[in-house]
């Protein structure tokens, strides 16, 4: 059997174009040959966090998981340009996310011009997640293509309709939305799976006129301030009466640690930062709840209540006041309250994103565009809180 002579010259030319080769930059090559490389597996640099970037709202899967909406450069009378950051480990690394090209809503401006615009996010995996608050934009694909979403039904985006809040858990997002505020029409609750745009309402159920939500895996809540309604497997719904055990108090948040173990706020404000607060515990998903404390009255609720995870003993609650802003947490399931202060706030700035991921990992936003935000982290169950650089 006879074998082919490979001459000199014939070695040459590949070597050449070896040589050649590794003598281009790899961002070049991509530039050519862009297909090539992202079959090969070739890793595509992450874009940077812009300077300035200042968080609004956030939104975690894990503890070290998670998207934060924000804006650079924010001049509220303008409008902001909405901004994603995202973190794969716990806030040491942030990365850029592509964003929809809509504007934050400006609290100062005319709400029934603003039914795009956006206050909050939330994501329910990598791939899923919404912006939202009035409207409704979803991406189904990390960030890399995004799309308005119209509800329909009776929600007037012109009136102000448009979405207030949004939870996602195990393949099932959640928003309540409010259809008309402009006349007053009560709350309502919409579903879709997670990686569709198929929103549908659940039920009739209505707030009366606000609403609060809360999930954990296929279990969610659905609560006003004189009816509960729940589903442990999120088809089946079912009604159980709700009160506030204080004349004058309303259900102003809840928090679930698993299916069955949800907490409830009831609040009443009194004026001048100052509001009564209850704290009531339930162990079968909301059948029954009974009264577990009741926090100082010092401070307005503006970002809600959290637990953590499997552990419903640990309650957070944050407020807002003319001083520091700062934090109620209990160890006790609510029987005895600690004070935390937010480091960096100067009294009077919103709350919220209050979530816990862990039992000692959590996340917490603080101030609003104007306001030098914040996202701060804790790693011990709530007790400190650390400002988180981008």
Avoid at 159 to 181: E, I, K, Q, W
Avoid at 285 to 302: F, H, I, N, R, S
Avoid at 359 to 378: D, K, M, N
């Amino acid at each position: 059997m006879r074998f082919p002579v490979l001459s000199p010259r014939r070695l040459a030319a590949p070597a050449a174009i070896a040589c050649a080769a590794a003598l281009i930059p790899v961002a070049s090559l991509a530039a050519v040959y862009p297909a090539a490389l992202a079959k090969a597996g070739a890793a595509t640099p992450a874009k940077a966090v812009p300077a300035g970037f200042a968080p609004v709202s956030a939104s975690f899967l894990s503890p070290a998981r998670g998207f934060v909406l924000g804006t650079v450069n924010c001049q509220t009378r303008r409008g902001c340009r909405a901004r994603l950051a995202a973190t794969a480990d716990g806030a040491a690394r942030w990365h850029a996310v592509t964003a929809p090209r809509v504007r934050l809503f400006n609290a100062g401006g005319n709400s029934l011009t603003q039914a795009s615009r956006v206050t909050g996010v939330v994501f329910s995996s990598r791939r899923n997640g919404w912006l939202y608050g009035p409207g409704l934009w979803a991406t189904h694909d990390g960030g890399r293509h995004w799309r308005r979403v119209i509800l329909g039904g009776n929600v007037v985006p012109s009136l102000g309709g448009g979405v207030v809040t949004m939870a996602a858990a195990s393949g099932n997002v959640y928003a309540v939305v409010s259809p008309d505020p402009f006349h007053g029409k009560p709350q309502e609750l919409y579903r879709s799976p997670a990686g569709q745009d198929a929103w549908a309402r659940v039920g009739t159920m209505t707030g009366d006129p606000f609403a609060s939500l809360a999930v954990s895996g296929k279990a969610a809540w659905f609560g006003t301030s004189t009816q509960l309604w729940a589903t442990a497997d999120g088809v089946s719904w079912h009604e159980y009466p709700f009160g506030c055990p204080g004349a004058g108090y309303g259900l102003s948040g809840i928090a679930a640690a698993s299916r069955s173990h949800v907490v409830f706020l009831c609040a009443d404000a009194m004026g001048m930062f100052h509001t009564g607060k209850e704290v009531l515990r339930s162990v079968n998903g909301g059948k029954t709840e009974q009264l577990a404390g009741q926090p100082p009255v010092g401070g307005d609720v503006t970002g809600g209540i959290a637990v953590p995870p499997h552990h419903s003993k640990v309650i957070g609650i944050a407020v807002v006041t003319p001083g520091p802003d700062f934090l109620y947490r209990s160890a006790s399931g609510g029987k005895t309250w600690t004070e935390i202060t937010i480091p960096g706030t100067s009294g009077g700035v919103n709350l919220n994103s209050l979530s816990y991921l862990s039992r000692t990992a959590g996340w917490v936003v603080a101030g609003s565009p104007g306001e030098t935000p914040t996202l701060l982290r804790t790693t011990d169950g709530g007790r400190t809180w650390h400002p988180v650089t981008f």
